[in-house]
């Protein structure tokens, strides 16, 4: 028994060795450095971010010799969608405080075009407590005055829901100002009809009377993007396919300077799917069904482009086995969650029994569906699609800090044989 303990031991250990031949990790830095330089301005939405990240993608594709979809001909699905953009230098003055665009304050990303001085009035705890300063509020010329939103203390039910009343209609004021302990940006495919912004709460000081605002968006209302997509023909099943998504978009940038690089959102899971398509490419024995990869766009304006994808697949859908998209891969030394793992058993045990075996990652944690990232519409679909992002201490997230020299990609190679071995064993 103890002979046939250690034979299998040893096997183990020899079929971890084998897999840990290939280490992906410094072909995904080299990405992870590329698509997260200002080159592509935050591929998002200005100086052509997302198409110059897009023909990146291609190349790299190409140089991997995988193929086009015959009916498409090109690597690339285009569509498009309305977006807001701030393509010029965006000011906010408070008092006499200059305040430092992304880092003390952004605009909401729905904000529209908005110039001129404004006096400040604090909506707060001690304002929504007390009826007598509440009238006298209510009173005011609100055309004239920018509300700023601090939910700090703000704890009875009552003075909670006037909080986020006024947030939603406030009063005809020219805009709102909503105090944060970290600001995070997004993307935007509307306006609004008056203006918003995040401030960083000690940035904004009550002795700040006045806020004096240069914003200036641009409206695209067909902002033309495009899903690149391309495939390796299965040797055995080829008309059966598995999949391999990672959104490619980021948020762009606020005026010339203020760039959203994304890193680990996602160019970390770009890296992820270009280098399992770079070890399938060198392997293809492993390829008894087809592997499509697929770097979607418009994922950060609400899951666009793989929406787009499923209302027009290039792919038929009942001929999709597995689909892994991959977002967020820059940590995992607290493990990986698996979203969409409770409805799809047979994907999450194939994982954990690997796991299990090979010793990669701390956990894996499953969760239910949840429309967070491009697995989404696939599952609504009825495709067999789970999520993967990696758990861990790295904490920029939709900021100007989430840089690559912050990215370490903690367990990108454990997280890399894990999605391997799975497909092997498909
Ligand atoms: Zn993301």
């Not at 300063?133 to 039910?157: A, H, P, Q, W």
């Not at 695209?220 to 391999?244: C, K, R």
């Not at 160019?267 to 060198?282: C, I, P, Q, R």
Request: net charge positive; aromatic share 12%.
């Amino acid at each position: 028994m103890k002979k046939i303990g250690i034979l299998i031991g040893s096997l183990l250990w020899l079929a971890f060795t084998l897999q840990a031949q290939f280490v992906a990790e410094p072909y995904a830095r080299k990405i992870v450095d590329t698509l997260s330089h200002d080159y592509f301005a935050g591929r998002g939405y200005v100086e052509d971010g997302d198409l110059r990240a897009a023909h990146f993608i291609a190349a790299e594709f190409n140089r991997m010799g995988l193929q086009r979809f015959p009916k498409a001909m090109t690597y690339f699905q285009t569509f498009h969608f309305p977006v807001n953009t701030f393509p010029y230098p965006v000011v906010a003055i408070a008092g006499k405080d200059t305040l430092r665009t992304g880092i003390d304050f952004v605009p909401a990303a729905s904000c529209p075009t908005i110039q001129g001085e404004y006096k400040l009035v604090w909506v707060d705890s001690a304002l929504l407590s007390n009826e007598k300063r509440f009238r006298k509020f209510s009173k005011l010329r609100f055309d004239k005055i920018f509300l700023v939103m601090d939910d700090k203390g703000i704890s009875t039910e009552d003075t909670k829901k006037a909080f986020k009343n006024l947030g939603m209609n406030p009063y005809g004021a020219k805009g709102i100002i909503r105090i944060k302990d970290k600001i995070t940006w997004s993307v935007a495919t509307d306006t609004t009809s008056y203006a918003q912004l995040d401030v960083v709460r000690n940035s904004l000081k009550r002795e700040h009377k006045t806020m004096q605002l240069s914003i200036k968006n641009r409206f695209v209302s067909q902002h033309t993007t495009q899903n690149v997509i391309a495939y390796m023909p299965g040797t055995t099943v080829p008309d059966s396919f598995i999949v391999l998504t990672a959104h490619y978009d980021h948020l762009g940038k606020i005026g010339p300077n203020v760039t959203f690089n994304g890193a680990n959102d996602n160019a970390s899971g770009v890296a992820m799917m270009l280098s399992l398509a770079k070890y399938f490419s060198e392997n293809p024995q492993w390829c008894k069904y087809s592997i499509s990869f697929i770097a979607f766009a418009g994922e950060e304006a609400g899951l666009i482009g793989s929406k787009y994808f499923t209302m027009n697949p290039i792919i038929p859908l009942n001929k999709i086995r597995l689909l892994l998209n991959v977002d967020l891969m820059g940590g995992g030394e607290d493990g990986i969650t698996v979203v969409n793992g409770k409805e799809q058993p047979r994907i999450y045990q194939t994982m954990t029994t690997i796991n299990n075996e090979l010793q990669l990652l701390k956990t894996i944690k499953e969760r239910s569906n949840a429309p967070n990232s491009d697995h989404y519409y696939f599952a609504e679909a009825g495709v067999p699609a789970v999520f993967l992002y990696t758990m861990g201490s790295y904490k920029h997230y939709h900021d100007v800090n989430d840089r690559a020299e912050n990215l370490e990609l903690t367990k990108f190679n454990e997280v890399f044989t894990l999605i391997t071995e799975l497909i092997k064993r498909y």
